[in-house]
Every structure is written in structure tokens, then in C-alpha cells.
Nanobody, 132 residues
Framework: QVQLEESGGGLVQAGGSLRLSCATPGRRVTDYAMGWFRQAPGKEREGVSCISSSSGNTYYAGSVKGRFTISSDNATNTVYLQMNSLKPEDTAVYHC?????????????????????????WGKGTLVTVSS
């Protein structure tokens, strides 16, 4: 079992920034593809971004490309999501996910519409609220 612990959510004004963290106690992030998903009120969960910590390759949904940056600190086994130029439509609960299959994670972020259905491990999420 892989435990994922998100933090960093909060209330921010439109145009502001937040950095989310996803810690993986006792596990190496390089053993997994790590991703961020979000679920807004009344909407389906959607993919945001993912990273293969072993290769450093990153992937983004079109709605956040150019504004969000995913990164990985392999020494502390923590994945970050730096969110800039936030918009009210970015308001959601953000979940961290992990899967041993990099291709499946990338597919879940960039192609699939099922919001990460079938991925191995999930965190409980952290709430991001962007006010207008």
C-alpha cells in the first residue's frame, strides 16, 4: 500500500499562486508515475498533470499548460504542483495519485476522460479555492 499525503491547498485570489505537495512516506517517488487530478463541485474528476520522477518527463492537461508546473524532489520523495495565474475555474479538490505504469498515468492525464479511474493509489485531497 502506498500512502499519499497532500498539502498546500487554501484560499487565494484570482491571479495568485499556490504550491501543492504530495508526500509518499516510506516510498520512493522514482518507483511510480505521480499525477495530480482535481474535482470541482458538481463536476467529474479530471487530470491535471503527471511526472515520471525517474525520467523527469512531465505532462499537462491543456487547461493548465503554461500556468502549472509539476516537479519532483527525489531526495524527499515529494511531488509538487506549482500553480500560477490561478483562475476561479481552478477551484477544486486536488488529489495526488500514483501508479507503477507510467504509460497508464500519462494516458489518464492527457487522453482519458474518466478522471484517473483505475490508477493504483490516491491521496485524500487538498482544497484549492480561487476567489474572483
Amino acid at each position: 500500500q502506498v500512502q499519499l499525503e497532500e498539502s498546500g491547498g487554501g484560499l487565494v485570489q484570482a491571479g495568485g499562486s499556490l504550491r501543492l505537495s504530495c508526500a509518499t512516506p516510506g516510498r520512493r517517488v522514482t518507483d511510480y508515475a505521480m499525477g495530480w487530478f482535481r474535482q470541482a463541485p458538481g463536476k467529474e474528476r479530471e487530470g491535471v498533470s503527471c511526472i515520471s520522477s525517474s525520467s523527469g518527463n512531465t505532462y499537462y492537461a491543456g487547461s493548465v499548460k503554461g500556468r502549472f508546473t509539476i516537479s519532483s524532489d527525489n531526495a524527499t520523495n515529494t511531488v509538487y504542483l506549482q500553480m500560477n495565474s490561478l483562475k476561479p475555474e481552478d477551484t477544486a479538490v486536488y488529489h495526488c495519485a500514483a501508479d507503477s505504469n507510467v504509460g497508464f498515468m500519462v494516458y489518464s492525464i492527457t487522453v482519458a476522460t474518466q478522471g484517473g479511474y483505475g490508477l493504483d493509489y490516491w491521496g485524500k485531497g487538498t482544497l484549492v479555492t480561487v476567489s474572483s
